[in-house]
């Protein structure tokens, strides 16, 4: 079964990953890791220093540069530049028994291929809180407003996931939520 893990930035998606109990025939495949290994590729450099010039220091894109470039409102032309890579790459390491935990369901063609897709929901609250180790206030605000909206998330998914607890409260709503799934 290939079940899709998602949500929006800061939701807890990476929490509910590493919660799910897996069998040992699974896999998971990380969207964002996929996508840094594309953002090594030389075609890749290239392009994205053309349309995003001063990302690329010393033939490696800076991401925090490329992000305060792209976010909200050039998402678009980079997604164009580092999803085909990206979607080949989860296409090729795709395996009957995987989990792609990925935020970006529709733009990564994820909706078709997955046999059950979860929900990670939270309030803006607790996304806030769980972005603020990682980005600044502007930051978080840019991304989610380059996010789909939540209501458009739950229309896509067959389990959803409340992640407004403890780890504790969390680990019981995975365990109950996703135990017929494996």
């Known amino acids: 079964m290939i079940i899709t893990i998602t949500g929006r930035a800061g939701s807890g998606k990476d929490s509910v990953v590493n919660r799910l109990r897996l ?10 890791s996929l996508g840094h290994e594309c ?4 075609t890749i450099i290239q392009r994205l220093n053309e349309v995003f010039a001063g990302c690329v220091e010393r033939g490696v894109v800076n991401r925090s540069k490329l992000s305060a470039m792209v976010f909200p409102y050039r998402v678009g032309a980079l997604n164009k530049i580092v999803h085909p890579c990206l979607i ?10 995987t989990v792609i935990h990925a935020a970006l369901l529709k733009e990564l063609k994820l909706i078709p291929i997955s046999d059950v897709i979860v929900l990670v ?6 996304t806030l809180n769980r ?9 978080m605000q840019r991304r989610l407003r380059a996010q789909r909206s939540l209501l ?3 229309h896509q998914a067959d389990i959803i996931i409340k992640n407004n ?16 799934l494996f």
């Open 152 to 154: 458009w998330y739950r």
């Open 23 to 32: 069998p040992n025939d699974y896999q998971v495949l990380d969207a964002d």
């Open 121 to 126: 929901d939270s309030t803006l609250e607790n």
């Open 165 to 180: 607890g403890t780890l504790n409260d969390l680990q019981k709503s995975v365990d109950q939520l996703c135990q017929t």
């Open 131 to 139: 972005m603020t180790s990682r980005f600044r206030k502007k930051d």
């Open 88 to 97: 080949a790459k989860i296409k090729n390491r795709l395996t009957p028994n």
């Open 39 to 42: 953002l090594m590729d030389k």
